[in-house]
């Protein structure tokens, strides 16, 4: 009986109106340079393990790699983009994996640090549905500024010598998107609008939101500084969720994808 009540409660906190999608996860690195660039690596790592947990199907769209730096010659990423799939809808993938959506903070012993000094590091993560269709949001080609370059691999090396990656701004939100992950330029043109349609139907859906909770006399903040849960590796160990106090004293789990205690308080919350 607990179990079938438990999956009808699910049901009902996996009910919005992207949550049976597919999902696109992005994640940047905050300011703090090579240390920062090296906590964005290990978010990358930590949900491309939940992922493989989950038996989904992860595609890397853009990775942008920093520079080597540490003892081990170690290379972080400035940002990098997911697009995670399931079998079938019934999997939920955004449904799951959309509270991720906040800053994430880490603190630890720097490896980048002579001093061995300890030091705090932030990455932005974002999740977005995958849209089949535009639905009803209009983009305009003189909104849209295209840039083409080459891909790039680990160091700042060009993997292709043709300008086949696309990076799209929609000039009027300044939202922009990047895909290098197709071996045409028309392919990774498509998978790019594809995610601009993605992030406009998101913010779209969030300014309706941000309007609602101004008429309760609410306003929640999505600004860079909503931090949605600390990782600490120095002096103690710990991994903690701000939003719903879960906690867990084994941080070397959850960095190696062990999610769905958080993930499941979330989507309760």
């Not at 438990?6 to 992005?26: H, I, M, V, W």
């Not at 978010?43 to 890397?60: A, G, S, T």
């Amino acid at each position: 009986m607990e179990k079938s009540i438990s999956e009808e409660e699910q049901k009902t906190f996996l009910s919005g109106k992207y949550d049976k999608n597919s999902a696109t996860l992005t994640i940047y690195a905050g300011a703090g340079g090579q240390d920062a660039e090296d906590w964005a690596a290990m978010l990358f790592r930590m949900y491309q393990r939940y992922c493989e947990n989950k038996n989904w199907k992860v595609k890397v769209l853009h990775q942008h790699f920093g520079e080597p730096g540490g003892p081990e010659g170690r290379i972080g990423i400035k940002n990098a983009t997911i697009e995670i799939t399931g079998k079938s809808s019934s999997e939920f993938v955004y449904g799951f994996l959309k509270n991720e959506t906040g800053v994430h903070r880490l603190v630890r012993i720097s490896p980048f640090n002579a001093q061995k000094l300890r030091h705090t590091s932030f990455a932005l993560v974002e999740v977005l549905p995958v849209l089949e269709d535009a639905g009803d949001i209009e983009i305009k080609p003189d909104d849209l500024l295209i840039d083409l370059y080459k891909s790039s691999g680990p160091g700042g090396q060009n993997v292709n010598k043709r300008e086949t990656a696309v990076r799209i701004t929609h000039l009027p939100t300044k939202t922009q998107v990047s895909c290098q992950a197709e071996r045409s330029q028309a392919e990774n043109r498509n998978r790019a609008m594809k995610l601009l349609y993605s992030k406009l139907a998101v913010l779209q859906e969030s300014e309706k939101k941000s309007e609602m909770a101004g008429i309760k006399g609410r306003i929640i903040s999505a600004s860079w500084g909503n931090q949605i849960r600390s990782y600490v590796l120095h002096p103690y160990k710990t991994v903690k969720d701000l939003r719903t106090e879960t906690e867990t004293s084994d941080p070397d789990s959850v960095l190696d994808g062990d999610l769905e205690n958080f993930i499941q308080s979330e989507l309760r919350l």
